[in-house]
């Protein structure tokens, strides 16, 4: 049997050449295997593994994108019939886009996870700087890619997000319209559009995005690790650097001894979004994009529904201020972070400040998700119809009012029996609230949102609208 | 010369010598970045530069239009591409008033002024409903809730014959009202 442990050994012998006559010793390893802070090997190790997970759902990024790029058809015309086909016909398209989907938000989340993570660690503070705002721009990087991923589709959703992306940057002062136009490259969303979208998501931010990763990834490597911050042990230039050579000497190599936990982490988060694909598959196409047909619903993807709903919930006077004003200031506070604060306490304890800088925006981020959810602001405008229950008994005046509620698109804004739009208020039991005269002046003055009536209803469809809603007690 | 001030001037030359040509590499990489940077940035901002057409277009018979009712129509974007297909087209409410005369028709964008949504009509209640944030306007298209800023955008429209002709607009937005 000495021949099968002959064999066994040419995998061993194959791997040594290559190693040797490539001379990946001096190089790849030698990075591989540079030294980490020791405390690594314990269980706050686990802490350390979210931009390697980032990473590796980069990469099944970058090959998913790849594979859809030979289908995908960046034309106008014919890019929302290649994505059927991609989605429904070719083998294994419905996986592979399933993966590139579930990978954009697997970036989006694990890029928000490792930059929260290295904010509380105070990681980036001296002499790491330049790693947080590489990072900063990964940042930007990566929510633009989800941006202009989900334009590609461009199925009713897409096209109508194209014009509202404009409309935003139209808001900016002085260059505002310059910015809309070359967000649609011209006077409208037309021809050009997409295929500036299409050259900005597979070339110009993956360029920018290589290039940050490895501006990043050097940086981390020459700056080695951050040692876990001990509350009472602050930051000090002067000294920094001495004493982080002194850890670094007792300290262990990064592979194999930490690296493990990162392969085992980004294998647990490609396994995911694989079962996810695989499961659940590519997100369902909308219409087709038909700028003449206004029954469109455009919806941001999840991690951008916060936001969606920012736009529709505050006061319209502070709007230009909040769309151009608040993304400006999220992203200046970024990438000063680590200017401010380069010195002092490290540990969280300490900066219960910064603690608070993350949680509540985290808080706030979510519950304004789970209002664009459910997005209560939008007006239904299909399906108009009272449940049986809301009308059952009604005759005479009190029924044709019933059909008024329906006809006059008050259905649209208001409830009645789990029924309808829910902008304005439920109106299940509205009568035991006001009063008849109370309800002709409010649905023929209207106010605080609605409209007024007066001119769209004869005074004897009034009344019987009224006489209806004085029937909900 | 005594071989130390040789010396020394043999290194003050090289100095020289040295900043010299960095700078003659630094300045011929500045001007391979010009001729590489300077026509793509052209090309990339030519949207700005290029005027769009604004002519009036036919959008349909003015017998079309019942007084009274607000009609959806379509209308060819400005100089839109070959391959643009469907998207070409922009859709636009056209609003009769009066059976003749100068407020004859009322002609709207669809894009609700608050951030370009398409507003859908409903006729039973005269409101023109927006589906992304809520706004309403009336059937003058004048704000009635929600938080669109201003009324809805106005197209300038014509008679011409028997025909309603509307003038081709770029993509509205708050500034250029």
Redesign the interface.
């Known amino acids: 049997m000495s021949w099968l442990r002959a064999i066994g050994k040419v995998p061993g012998q194959i791997a040594s050449w290559i190693g040797e006559r490539f001379e990946l010793e001096d190089s790849v390893m030698a990075v591989l295997r540079h030294p980490v802070p020791r405390e690594l090997e314990r269980p706050i190790g686990w802490w350390y593994v979210i931009g390697s997970a980032t990473l590796a759902i980069f990469v099944i990024q970058v090959v998913t994108g790849v594979g859809l790029a030979m289908t995908y058809v960046p034309?106008?015309?014919s890019a929302y019939d290649s994505l059927q086909f991609i989605s429904h016909d070719a083998t294994l398209g419905s996986i592979v886009r399933g993966m590139h989907y579930f990978g954009s938000g697997a970036m989006v989340v694990l890029v928000l996870a490792h930059m929260t993570q290295v904010y509380l660690f105070g990681a980036f503070k001296f002499p790491r700087e330049a790693n947080w705002l590489t990072g900063s721009f990964l940042l930007l990087a990566t929510l633009a890619m989800a941006f202009t991923g989900q334009l590609l589709r461009w199925d009713q959703d897409a096209?109508?997000s194209i014009?509202?992306a404009?409309?935003?940057a139209?808001?900016a002062p002085v260059i505002?319209?310059?910015l809309?136009?070359?967000v649609?490259?011209?006077?409208?969303?037309?021809?050009?559009?997409l295929t500036r979208f299409y050259a900005t998501h597979v070339f110009l931010i993956p360029a920018a995005i290589f290039g940050l990763i490895g501006m990043h990834l050097y940086l981390v490597v020459k700056r080695g690790i951050s040692e876990p911050p001990v509350a009472g042990e602050p930051v000090e230039p002067r000294t920094y650097r001495a004493r982080y050579t002194e850890i670094l000497r007792r300290g262990i190599p990064f592979w194999p001894d930490a690296a493990w936990r990162d392969a085992l982490v980004a294998t647990l988060a490609v396994v995911v979004v694989l079962i996810l694909a695989a499961a659940i598959g590519a997100p369902a196409l909308g219409k087709?994009?038909?700028?003449?047909?206004?029954?469109?619903?455009?919806r941001p993807d999840w991690y951008f529904l916060g936001y969606f709903a920012v736009?529709?919930l505050i006061p319209?006077a502070t709007?230009?201020l909040v769309i151009v004003g608040l993304p400006l200031f999220a992203f200046v506070f970024l990438f000063l972070v680590p200017l401010l604060w380069p010195d002092g306490e490290r540990h969280w304890s300490r900066r219960p400040a910064a603690v608070a800088a993350v949680a509540l925006p985290f808080v706030a981020y979510a519950a304004l998700t789970v209002a664009g959810l459910q997005s209560p602001?939008?007006?239904q405008?299909e399906g108009a119809a009272l449940p049986s229950a809301a009308t059952h008994g009604l005759s005479g005046y009190a029924a044709h009012g019933a059909d008024l509620f329906v006809?006059?698109?008050?259905w649209?804004?208001h409830q009645i029996e789990g029924s309808g739009g829910r902008?304005g208020p439920d109106l299940t039991h509205v009568a035991s609230r006001l009063s008849r005269d109370q309800l002709t002046q409010r649905v023929a003055t209207?106010g605080g949102?609605?409209?007024?009536?007066a001119?769209?209803v004869t005074p004897i469809e009034l009344d019987d609208l009224v006489t209806y809603l004085a029937t909900r007690k | 010369m005594d071989p130390a001030g040789a010396r020394r001037g043999r290194t003050l030359n090289e100095i020289s010598r040295r900043r010299f040509l960095s700078r003659v590499t630094l300045a011929l990489t500045a001007f391979i970045g010009g001729i590489v940077g300077l026509p793509i940035l052209g090309y990339l901002?030519a949207?700005?530069f290029?005027a769009?057409t604004d002519e009036l277009v036919p959008v349909g018979a003015v017998a079309d239009f019942p007084l009274g009712e607000t009609k959806?129509v379509?209308i060819r974007?400005?100089?839109?591409?070959?391959?643009?297909?469907?998207?070409?087209?922009?859709?636009l409410w056209v609003r009769r008033r009066e059976a003749a005369g100068p407020s004859m028709f009322q002609v709207f964008n669809?894009?609700c002024t608050?951030?370009?949504?398409?507003?859908?009509w409903?006729a039973?209640?005269?409101?023109f409903?927006?589906?992304?944030?809520?706004g309403?306007f009336?059937?003058d298209g004048t704000v009635?809730?929600?938080?669109?800023?201003r009324p809805l955008f106005e197209r300038e429209w014509q008679v011409s014959g028997d025909r309603l002709l509307v003038r081709q607009?770029?993509?509205p937005?708050?500034?250029?009202g």
């Open positions: 034309a106008p015309n096209f109508w014009v509202v404009a409309e935003q139209a808001r505002g319209d310059w809309a136009r070359l649609v490259a011209g006077s409208n969303v037309g021809g050009a559009t087709p994009p038909d700028p003449t047909n206004v029954l469109a619903d455009p736009l529709a319209p709007e230009s602001w939008v007006p405008l006809t006059k698109s008050c649209a804004c902008r209207g949102g609605m409209p007024a009536y001119g769209s | 901002l949207p700005l290029r769009p959806l379509s974007d400005p100089s839109p591409l070959a391959w643009a297909g469907q998207t070409a087209d922009t859709a669809v894009n608050h951030l370009g949504c398409p507003v859908n409903q039973g209640a005269q409101i409903l927006c589906p992304c944030h809520g309403v009336y059937s009635a809730g929600g938080p669109p800023p607009q770029p993509l937005t708050v500034k250029q």
